[in-house]
């Protein structure tokens, strides 16, 4: 269970070490996810070209992989940098991008699973299922999107890969395939802004980088996403003023907004 | 003639189908071209592998071509995937950023024009001209580049290529080229903020997937783009602030909006 | 040394012109620079296939080579237009982002800097040092990364390349290997927004292409910056909207703000 202490000091953690995250992401997302994890108080690099992958991971402290807008050279680039940051032992989290819209992209996904062998998988409960239903779970799973619907597909991900998945939907689900956190903490808005999951993806990374629990790691970057978007929600009604508040609020958040929302919803 | 109600309901469509739109698009308007489709209620996917074209265009409600940042892999996958969408039965909308600027931006815009035939070309004045003059004229067309001057050598290349073609500028001319409809909507600001424009080919395919009436779909497009532009502009008068407010316009614009700035121009 | 009447002139010449900026740049930063220049008065064009290279350099005013999402085509690309540039006459701004942090970085920014042989330089204190200390300056310089220790090895890589070499820190220090010209201005908000440096650079590109003296337009470009950065600081206290601020500011500036924050700091 994810502690509010524990929360606030690995926070301040991640604003003193302003760890390096290595993001081979979008393009629709690079802009937003850089800034997110500067108004964080990490630091971002954006790097894919397979001529610089193991000393890009070499100089980070977590890398994401995320698939959102894929291509062959891409692919490539994503499985060396996460066997090197396997190898180097610091955390790789998978954003599964559009999994189960088309084939490419739930093939990708499970190839990166099972070569690379994420820490975390963090994604929406679609994408979960179509995973886990690409050969990561034993039963059928529901096909409806919702995070609870995933959440038992999730489970089975989560032991048959080893690695913690993050559901995020209205309710976020954190599982490590024994048991279920759940994070109630968001707003409405952040579904209203492209890219919000990918950073909750990146900002994961960043939380993972200063706590070796992964399951409090990937509990406490959805409770910071979701208080900062509750933050925004007060300054803002609609998704472009919103957007800017968002990025304000991840700067300014600290312990007594954190304290104020925990578990709040909506 | 587009009508006041039908752009209303069709806003309203927009809204209740969430259309999954593919925008095979350039890098500069990626993050912007699918907020903007968020905020109006639109569902957007950024993707342009080869290998996922197909699968992606047979989720899709829509599809746009815009050729901002070319290299000769996208080329080839707005190819599949225009061909994919046309079989399909969805609406193409090829937006031909920089046709006149190099041969190879004119010369891929008539190549997708002659082999994918899409369903609407939306451009600026110099664009549409350079494409109308590279094939798709039978006379010389004044090289000016207002929305004005550029409205004849549209007609003729909406009439050769079988395209509806919808030129932004001051005013907006759409024309199947059997006659022009202008539309008066718009604010200066947003020629002061990149992708507009390449939001506006995004947002007609978004009218386009609700409404078969493609000179109509391409009218409303225009009259929302520009609506939500004065609504920005009573809010903001400088680029960054406006283009924040305009995001929040497109999520909030609603048939009081729309009555009110009716065919105002400014 | 800088004059005030003269960078409120070159701002003048700017807006009057609207420079062509070819931009072969990072994808992270496509959209905001693109956003810079367009606030600021210049006109932005992206563009990256060899196909196109010499035509868009034949339109431009300036070229800004920036290296920071790099792969092999792209590297092709900037070699191409460099030369282009060159031989037309026009001035080619290099960006070496992340120089120092992988070799492949630090060896493409050497390679082009001696087979294109840029006008100008602008990076940060660890970028102009990594590439000093790469073959462009006979001692060893400091490693630390401030403006002012890598100001010695700056005006070696100066004298060496040919180039004028623009470090960005708090204080900024321009320097064609014959003493250095310190910029004052700006705001601490400009780095916790990704793509500042970078936007810097592009605006470099802007005052080159209208001032023929480039250690004065490198100086006017990073006292609009920072000017810009300065009442945008005034408006706003976080990342997110202090960015919208800034872009506001760009298209605000005009001499009086540029007297009233003359070499003033924070």
């Known amino acids: 269970m994810t502690d509010q ?3 606030i000091e690995d926070l301040k953690k991640v604003r003193e070490q302003a760890p390096l995250i290595h993001n081979i992401t979008n393009y629709v997302v690079m802009n937003s996810t850089a800034n997110a994890l500067i108004s964080l108080g990490a630091s971002p690099v954006m790097a894919h070209a397979v001529e610089e992958m193991e000393d890009m991971v070499g100089l980070a402290s977590a890398l994401v992989i995320n698939i959102g807008t894929l291509s062959e050279k891409w692919i490539e680039a994503m499985h060396i940098a996460g066997k090197a ?3 180097k032992g610091i955390p790789v989290i998978l954003d599964p991008v559009g999994a189960g819209a088309t084939a490419y992209r739930t093939n990708t996904s499970k190839s990166l699973i099972d070569e690379v062998k994420p820490d975390i998988i963090r994604g929406n409960g679609s994408e979960i299922m179509a995973i886990a239903q ?3 779970t034993t039963k059928g799973v529901d096909s409806t999107a919702s995070a609870e619907s995933a959440s038992e597909g999730a489970q089975e991900l989560a032991r048959l890969s080893g690695a913690v998945v993050s559901i995020s939907g209205k309710t976020d689900h954190i599982t490590d395939g024994r048991g279920i956190t ?3 903490n968001g707003h409405h808005l952040l579904g209203k802004v492209t890219g919000t999951g990918c950073a909750s993806s990146a900002i994961t990374a960043a939380f993972a980088s200063v706590n070796n629990n ?3 790691a990937a509990c406490e970057a959805m409770i910071i996403m979701g208080t900062a978007g509750q933050m925004a ?5 609609a998704p472009g003023t919103f957007y800017a508040h968002f990025l304000d609020a991840l700067y300014q958040i600290n312990g007594e907004q954190i304290k104020k929302y925990w578990q709040h919803d909506g």
Chains 1, 2, 3 share one sequence.
């Open 182 to 184: 759940k994070i109630k």
């Open 134 to 136: 690409a050969g990561f």
């Open 5 to 7: 202490k524990q929360t």
């Open 214 to 216: 992964l399951v409090d």
């Open 233 to 237: 929600g007060a300054r803002a009604d």
């Open 85 to 87: 940051a396997k190898k």
